[in-house]
């Protein structure tokens, strides 16, 4: 199984590229809005990946962080969702906005990705939406409530205390950083943090 792909980018195609790891170049399909396409020829390229076997075909799908990976395998454990339209999703939205869209069963959002239909889209929120809170909670709170970095916005956490994620996402996007980034470097470090101030600066160190 190839976990990751590191090399240097050989050719861009419309929905994937050649990396090249010396001498033996690997064609990774991409989100469409990755922005290893927007590298030139010749820059180095490191992405997280997926290989799917089919009787047919071997393909590796690559993702330029882990938040972004663990959201494709969980999509293509949803019966009826493959590969194609879990890169559908993740081409149409962020990955932190496919798992809203999932923790809190808004199935319209999703029928945005070419290809996913609505009976699609409220099977993946069916099957994913307990799955979604655990894996991007990274274990903590419980199952069917939303994680914390994919809470509702301008929720609070139970009891009228401010949510530790969501206003140190609200930070990092004054800061400057897109919400995306910023939910994802939160996701990586909110179980580790006490209060606002220092899940940002271990989001930072993770930015």
């Known amino acids: 199984m190839i976990a990751y792909i590191a090399g240097v980018l050989l050719e861009k195609l419309e929905t994937s590229v050649v990396i090249d790891t010396g001498g033996v170049g690997y ?3 991409l ?3 990755s922005r290893v396409f927007l590298k030139a020829k010749g820059d180095e390229v490191v992405l997280q990946t997926a ?3 089919k009787e047919d075909d071997v393909s590796l799908y690559g993702f330029e962080d882990r938040v972004s990976l663990r959201l494709f395998k969980l999509l293509i454990t949803v019966s009826g969702v493959g590969a194609k339209a879990a890169m559908a999703i993740l081409s149409a939205m962020s990955a932190d906005e496919a798992a809203r869209a999932i923790a809190f069963s808004d199935a319209a959002m999703l029928t945005r990705a070419n290809g996913v ?3 699609s889209a409220e099977r993946i929120v069916l099957e994913l939406k307990d799955k979604v809170t655990e894996v991007f909670a ?3 709170g419980s199952a069917g409530s939303p994680a914390p970095g994919i809470a509702a916005p301008g929720a609070g956490a139970a009891g ?3 949510d530790i994620a969501a206003e140190a996402i609200e930070l990092l996007v004054a800061l400057g950083y897109s919400r995306s980034e910023a939910t994802q470097a939160v996701l ?3 179980g580790e ?3 606002v101030e220092e899940c940002v600066k271990l989001a930072l160190k993770q930015i």
């Open 138 to 140: 990274g274990g903590a």
């Open 51 to 53: 290989q799917i076997f």
């Open 31 to 33: 989100p469409a809005g």
């Open 193 to 195: 943090a006490g209060s």
């Open 188 to 190: 990586r470090v909110s």
């Open 27 to 29: 064609e990774v399909y």
């Open 160 to 162: 009228g205390e401010p």
């Open 117 to 119: 239909g609505k009976k």
